[in-house]
């Protein structure tokens, strides 16, 4: 008999991972083969449901490095304390042990070129999506995960749709995802291009690891510092935000970071475009053996982050006796 909370007595809850409004992620351990999960439990009602599964089938199926993996779907029994639910829809997905890439970031800056090596693979998913023409539109920090090497796995897919179908470019009208990756035709109430809408929030991505803040609160022009980027005003826009640093950004950065959240979406260049360009070139001028080097540099970047965000959770016990 099956005493333990679980899903469809199939997978044993742990614990809970997230929650927000369209969904609860439990940890869970499959009772078949041992074997640990995160289960998104989804709110709402079954078309919600049907479209992320959809969408999340689609970007599993591709099977890229830096996109979840989708193990098993259903709409089943949910038991949690006693108390039992029926007809929940979840997903069962792959557990990241690592959580997500904010919990890295917040604690300070990543340095260009970590921050490259980082965004490349970010990107590489976002590519991927995009060639099949996927937009995921809720692309931010906390929506990308990271596996046990610190890699990160694009998520979520409960805003995503398709930007592209057999007679072109899909003009959407939602607004959703993160408010400050929201490109500015969301807040205009204006049809806009999915796979621009990605590019914009890439662009806030960015400016995050780079400088650890944002570029802006929102993409108006009631905003303080977006409104010199609506005006094209882009020597005052880095003069305000070089006054608020200590440290000195690249060129290239800082022209490739305004392209990707240009006020005019078709100035935003394509994922392509985004690896081709000079900020990269850093990167592509590697071999194979600096190439490894760089990586075990990020990953011990990360792993120093892992221990200070772990000393802080769990500081040291002094044991020693007051005499």
């Not at 904010?102 to 060639?131: D, P, Q, S």
């Not at 809408?197 to 022009?221: H, K, M, P, Q, Y």
């Not at 303080?224 to 070089?242: E, M, P, R, S, V």
């Not at 608020?244 to 950065?253: K, R, T, V, W, Y």
Request: with cysteine.
């Amino acid at each position: 008999m099956q005493n333990q909370d679980n899903i469809d007595n199939i997978y044993n809850i742990i614990g809970t991972l997230a929650e927000d409004a369209f969904s609860i992620i439990y940890r869970v351990r499959n009772v078949n083969n041992n074997t640990e999960y995160a289960a998104r439990i989804i709110n709402g009602n079954i078309n919600n449901y049907q479209q992320e599964l959809q969408m999340t089938t689609n970007a599993s199926n591709l099977n890229n490095p830096n996109i979840i993996h989708l193990n098993n779907n259903g709409t089943g029994t949910i038991t949690i304390g006693g108390n039992i639910q029926n007809n929940m829809n979840y997903l069962i997905l792959d557990f990241y042990s690592k959580g997500d890439l904010y919990k890295y970031a917040r604690i300070r800056r990543f340095t260009e070129k970590h921050a490259k090596f980082i965004f490349r693979k970010i990107l590489n998913g976002v590519r991927a999506l995009h060639a099949t023409g996927i937009c995921h539109r809720n692309l931010k920090l906390g929506t990308i995960l990271l596996d046990q090497n610190y890699n990160p796995k694009i998520s979520n897919f409960a805003f995503s749709t398709l930007f592209q179908g057999n007679n072109g470019i899909i003009q959407l009208h939602d607004e959703v995802g993160p408010y400050i990756g929201r490109p500015p035709q969301m807040f205009n109430h204006q049809p806009y291009n999915g796979s621009k809408a990605d590019i914009f929030s890439l662009g806030t991505i960015l400016f995050n690891l780079v400088t650890n803040r944002f570029g802006f609160e929102s993409a108006t022009r009631q905003d303080l510092l977006y409104k010199f980027i609506i005006k094209n005003q882009i020597d005052q826009y880095w003069n305000i935000i070089t006054g608020q640093i200590d440290f000195n950004l690249s060129q290239e950065f800082k022209d490739l970071y305004i392209r990707m959240v240009s006020f005019n979406e078709n100035n935003r260049p394509t994922i392509d475009e985004i690896l081709n360009d000079n900020w990269f070139n850093e990167l592509e001028g590697l071999n194979n053996t600096q190439l490894a080097q760089l990586e075990n540099e990020v990953h011990n970047e990360f792993l120093t982050r892992e221990n200070q965000i772990n000393l802080v959770n769990n500081p040291p016990v002094d044991d020693d006796d007051d005499e």
